[in-house]
């Protein structure tokens, strides 16, 4: 009987044992699987945090998604802007009047259709050039008397390399189709240099340039021109001075 006791207590003790290292490793077992699932929700808790500038693109695409959508009514005044456009790059800016005249219509000149060398069928210095001005005005050619030389300026309003004309060797200068062709390829100015007045300004259609020429050079020509305004009555001083002159 003792000896049964004995062994019974002997079994409960180890069981005991047993039971409490099972407890501790059941435990310790448990622990760390907290501990994991603590850091876990640590690593999840800080990976949702937004990144540095997201707030600002969120807000961004917001604000283009609340943007006004422009209606027909600012789409409209585009297209009038276009066709208006359009509309004043169909306007000729040269007419012919057909009477050996050109008419520009956005500078208000009127230019001769032919230049001297369709009358003279060789070049001309500066002084033959005012000659050749003066005769036309003494003839009242095409109906006017207020015949000139024109200015580097208005030389620059005829020339445009998208357009085709051709001159008396058969080369091509850029001026309008409507001009008489077989003409010269530059055009004497009545632009004098300053503080040195054997010089005038020729410009040339071929490459659209200026340049001071002497005014005894006999292998360039004149293209003469008129202001189309009311302006019968004007006179520039320039005109005045070179009416008469002494070579």
């Not at 060797?169 to 309008?176: K, N, P, Q, S, Y």
């Not at 490459?207 to 009311?230: C, F, I, P």
């Amino acid at each position: 009987m003792v000896d049964a006791l004995r062994e019974a207590l002997e079994d409960a003790n180890e069981f005991s044992a047993v039971t409490s290292e099972f407890s501790i490793f059941a435990f310790d077992a448990l622990r760390r699987s907290l501990q994991s699932v603590g850091s876990t929700k640590l690593l999840l808790t800080s990976n949702s945090q937004p990144e540095e500038g997201a707030e600002d693109v969120l807000d961004q695409e917001n604000e283009e998604l609340n943007t006004e959508w422009l209606g027909e009514e600012e789409w409209g005044d585009e297209k009038d802007e276009d066709e208006d456009k359009i509309i004043e790059e169909d306007v000729p800016t040269f007419i012919d009047n057909g009477d050996g005249t050109i008419s520009d219509t956005r500078n208000n000149l009127m230019w001769a259709k032919s230049d001297s060398y369709a009358e003279f069928k060789y070049g001309i210095n500066w002084f033959e050039a005012q000659d050749y001005c003066e005769s036309l005005n003494e003839k009242e050619f095409a109906g006017f008397d207020d015949w000139r030389l024109c200015s580097t300026e208005e030389a620059k309003s005829m020339f445009s390399f998208i357009k085709s004309n051709t001159d008396k060797d058969g080369a091509e200068i850029h001026v309008d189709e409507l001009f008489a062709d077989g003409g010269g390829h530059n055009t004497w100015t009545y632009v004098e240099k300053p503080d040195y007045h054997q010089y005038a300004e020729l410009f040339s259609y071929v490459t659209g340039n200026e340049m001071w020429q002497h005014k005894d050079n006999e292998y360039s020509h004149v293209r003469l021109v008129r202001d189309a305004g009311d302006s019968e009555d004007y006179e520039p001083e320039w005109r005045k001075d070179t009416k008469k002159f002494e070579r």
